[in-house]
């Protein structure tokens, strides 16, 4: 069972207006509908449904699943629960649905994280040798491209169906995803690399003079 469109998820996850009253959800009323493939329902409940559970007391909401189409609602679970972890709650689970494992996924608790959604059908051709021939690129032999690049940027990555899904801080997970853009469009790893290597060292630059500047500037 192939994930939604990219698009089509992003247009029906989004928070509703209606149920949001004076910045505060409304239990009941206020509902997320998030659909993940049949075979990734098992990864989001867990074992004896520990998983499903700590996402729910983390995110303080309240998660139901279908477990016969795939269907997943999120909803509040008191007023006090915050927009910020409705979407949390949301990417986490649609995170394991394009493949994270959920100690993975659960990544995305961390304010600074978000999940990025790359579908290869929009940047390759509708062939399956096409698509395998290209998802080849990215894992790399025994794993190794995918696995540089998520060392080198500290990002997770997935390729899971026709779908790559970053996990990362915003600066990191835009290089990983540049990077994977490269590839796909058939640059050289060698290449891919260099970029990687010369965009985080100007990241990590300007995140230290940022910190040197909150410490030691004057007021």
Known sequence: ???????????????????????YLIPGVTRLYIKIPLERIGALIGKGGETLKKLMEQ????????????????????PQTRVLDLMKARD????????????????????????????LKQYVKPSENH????????????????????????????????????????ESANIAREAILMLIDGRQHSTVYKYVDKAMRQIRRSR?????????MPK
Do not use: C
Not at 1 to 23: C, F, H, T, W, Y
Not at 92 to 100: E, R
Not at 101 to 108: G, I, N, T, V
Not at 134 to 156: C, W
């Open 92 to 119: 986490i689970i649609l995170a394991i649905g394009y493949g994270f494992s959920p100690e993975r996924a659960f990544r995305l608790l961390e304010d600074d994280q978000i999940l990025i959604v790359i579908d």
């Open 59 to 78: 995110t303080q909401t309240k998660i139901t699943v279908d477990e016969v189409n795939g269907t997943v609602i999120v909803e509040p679970q008191t």
């Open 1 to 23: 069972m192939n994930l939604e469109d990219e698009k089509s998820l992003r247009k029906n996850n989004e928070v509703p207006k209606i149920g949001v009253a004076q910045g």
């Open 131 to 170: 698509l395998t021939r290209v998802k080849g690129r990215l894992i790399g032999e025994d794993g190794k491209a995918r696995k540089n690049l998520e060392e080198m940027t500290g990002t997770e990555i997935s390729i899971y169906d026709d779908y790559v899904a970053v996990i990362g801080d915003y």
């Open 208 to 216: 230290m003079v940022s910190l040197w500047e909150k410490e030691y």
